[in-house]
């Protein structure tokens, strides 16, 4: 049997790490404009970034647990692996956009060509260290992000009538 609220902290959850994840990504993708201080050098995000936020924050701890069953404890052994775990998000999900007529982000043009001609611009090697630090960010990023929503919602301070505003009784 399902906890009682559970949908309601996993639903807050992945909302909470999905807005972190989207602010990332507008830094990360608006970082090189900042950088060269050129108005060539852009980056894209897309909404559908959100739903692969989504997607991780819910799917993440299995893969956790997955590296503490096999008895892989040391962090930045389980970033090196979650990195390849964030490729396949990464590989996935740009492939199932793609065949759905969309394409969120694309790294063809990149240099050297070999990076990411393997994976018809889904993925790139170049990202790896950013990816490495995302990585070792995740695991305690979603820890405390759970902890935190359950602490919210046991103290009723995460109710959809806070969530939406005052009730009608309560309006000054």
């Not at 060269?36 to 980056?43: L, Q, R």
């Not at 959100?50 to 052994?77: C, D, E, G, S």
């Not at 790896?128 to 405390?144: G, N, T, V």
Request: charged residues 15%.
């Amino acid at each position: 049997m399902i906890a009682k609220g559970t949908l309601k902290k996993e639903i807050a959850g992945a909302l909470l790490y999905g807005a972190i994840g989207m602010i990332v990504e507008v830094f990360v993708t608006g970082l090189p404009r900042l950088l060269n201080k050129s108005k060539t050098a852009f980056g894209f995000v897309s909404v559908l970034m959100f739903l692969l936020y989504l997607i991780v924050y819910w799917t993440a701890p299995f893969f956790f647990r997955m590296f503490t069953k096999f008895n892989i404890r040391n962090r930045f052994l389980r970033a090196f692996c979650m990195v390849f775990v964030i490729y396949g998000y990464e590989w996935g999900f740009g492939a199932l956009c793609r065949a759905c007529g969309y394409m969120p982000w694309t790294y063809t043009g990149m240099k050297p060509d070999w990076v990411t001609s393997f994976s018809n611009g889904n993925i790139t090697l170049l990202f790896f260290p950013l990816w490495y630090i995302y990585a070792l960010i995740i695991e305690p990023l979603l820890k405390s992000l759970r902890i935190m929503i359950s602490a919210l919602y046991d103290k009723k301070y995460l109710t959809w009538k806070k969530f939406w505003g005052l009730t009608a009784n309560e309006r000054v």
